[in-house]
Nanobody, 127 residues
Framework: QVQLVESGGGSVQAGGSLGLSCAAS????????MAWFRQAPGKEREFVAA??????????EDSVKGRFRISRDKVESTVTVYLQMDNLKPEDTANYYC??????????????????WGQGTQVTVSS
C-alpha cells in the first residue's frame, strides 16, 4: 500500500507561481513512477506531468511545458514529489492530484495505470 498526501495549493493571480508537494509513504516507493493530474469542475481528470522511478525521465502535457517542472527526492522512508508551477494561467485552475504507478512499465500519461491517488489540493488562478 502507498499513501499520498498533497500540499501547497492555493490562490494566485495569473503570471504567478505555486509549488505543490506530494508526500508518499509505504512499501517499495522507489519502484513507483509518480505523476500529477488535475481536474477542473465539470471536466475529466487530465494528465499534467510524470517522473520515472529513478527521477531521470519526465513527461509533460503540452500546455504546461516550459511552465511546470516535476521532480522527486527520497529522505529515509518518504518519497516526495514536487510540481513547481510558474507563469500560471486561469485555465490551470483545478484540483491537483498526485498519483503512483507501480506497474513496472514505461513512464505513462494514461490515467488507468496509476493505482494510488492522493486526496487532491486546489489551485485557483485569477485573471
Amino acid at each position: 500500500q502507498v499513501q499520498l498526501v498533497e500540499s501547497g495549493g492555493g490562490s494566485v493571480q495569473a503570471g504567478g507561481s505555486l509549488g505543490l508537494s506530494c508526500a508518499a509513504s509505504g512499501r517499495a516507493l522507489n519502484s513507483y513512477h509518480m505523476a500529477w493530474f488535475r481536474q477542473a469542475p465539470g471536466k475529466e481528470r487530465e494528465f499534467v506531468a510524470a517522473i520515472n522511478r529513478r527521477g531521470t525521465i519526465v513527461h509533460y502535457e503540452d500546455s504546461v511545458k516550459g511552465r511546470f517542472r516535476i521532480s522527486r527526492d527520497k529522505v529515509e522512508s518518504t518519497v516526495t514529489v514536487y510540481l513547481q508551477m510558474d507563469n500560471l494561467k486561469p485555465e490551470d485552475t483545478a484540483n491537483y492530484y498526485c498519483a503512483a504507478d507501480g506497474s513496472f512499465g514505461t513512464l505513462t500519461d494514461i490515467i488507468t495505470y496509476y493505482e494510488y491517488w492522493g486526496q487532491g489540493t486546489q489551485v485557483t488562478v485569477s485573471s
